[in-house]
């Protein structure tokens, strides 16, 4: 079936340690989203990239950086986690308005 | 700019009681798609329906149905005869014509109680 595959599921990482999570896609869909969510709190677009174009939301820290190789995958990297950090991450696709289908998440935990 | 409220952040009900979900948004586009997703404890966000501006006819799935109506900005949704799998958290989210984010509500978590 196609779909949007995270890789891992959860990941725990140490405070200030670079870490990279993961997403692929076999929807041939152009656009791909990352999202954070914090604890009962809604999902927050970090950034997306249409194409090989990469839009950062206004207010996404720094310490976060996308990488998209190629049509299938993308990478959210953050570079020195805090422990405010520590959140679901979840990407998505879309080929158009109004088609977005997500991934399972990964659950980052900070220690 | 764009806004969605979800009011009510928590509900239990007890099973196999009806429950409505609410949901407002704010827009200035003529043309946008609203969506409900279920986020089950597990963490994945399942699409349960997308709507467009265009189309304000109710839906009814199995026991899930949706009441849009633009004349009062609101998306809402009704689970008839709750199961205690219906347990999660909803959100609803809107997104526009050549945007590329979907903007969410803060959600509701439902509690189905056997």
């Known amino acids: 079936d196609a779909m949007v595959i995270q890789n891992p599921r959860y990941q725990v990482t140490q405070f200030g340690k670079p870490v990279t999570l993961s997403c692929s896609q076999t929807?041939?869909?152009?656009?791909m989203y990352w999202y954070q969510q914090k604890s009962s709190q809604a999902p927050k677009l970090l950034f997306h990239?249409?194409?090989?174009?990469?839009?950062n939301e206004a207010d996404t820290p720094d310490n976060f950086q996308s990488r998209r190789p190629n049509t299938s995958f993308c990478f959210l990297d953050i570079r020195s986690p805090g422990l405010g950090d520590a959140a679901m991450y979840l990407c998505?696709?879309?080929?158009?308005?109004?088609?977005?289908?997500f991934g399972s998440g990964t659950r980052l935990t900070v220690v | 700019a764009q806004k969605v409220t979800q009011a009510q952040t928590e509900i239990s009900v007890v099973e196999k009681e009806d429950v409505t979900l609410d949901c407002v948004y704010e827009?200035?586009?003529?043309?946008?798609?609203l969506f409900w997703y279920k986020q089950p404890p597990s963490g994945e966000l399942v699409f349960l329906i997308r709507?467009?501006?265009?189309?304000?006819q109710n839906e009814i799935s199995g026991r899930y149905s949706w009441n849009f109506q633009k004349s009062t900005s609101s998306f809402n949704f009704t689970i008839t005869a709750s199961q205690v799998v219906d347990s999660a958290v909803y959100f609803c989210?809107?997104?526009?014509?050549?945007?590329?984010?979907?903007?969410f509500g803060t959600g509701t978590r439902l509690t189905v109680i056997p």
């Open positions: 998505a696709t879309s080929r158009r308005v109004g088609g977005y289908t």
């Open positions: 929807l041939n869909h152009n656009v």
């Open positions: 990239y249409y194409d090989k174009d990469f839009n």
């Open positions: 827009t200035r586009d003529t043309t946008y798609y």
């Open positions: 709507r467009n501006s265009f189309d304000e």
């Open positions: 989210a809107l997104t526009q014509t050549g945007a590329n984010n979907l903007f």
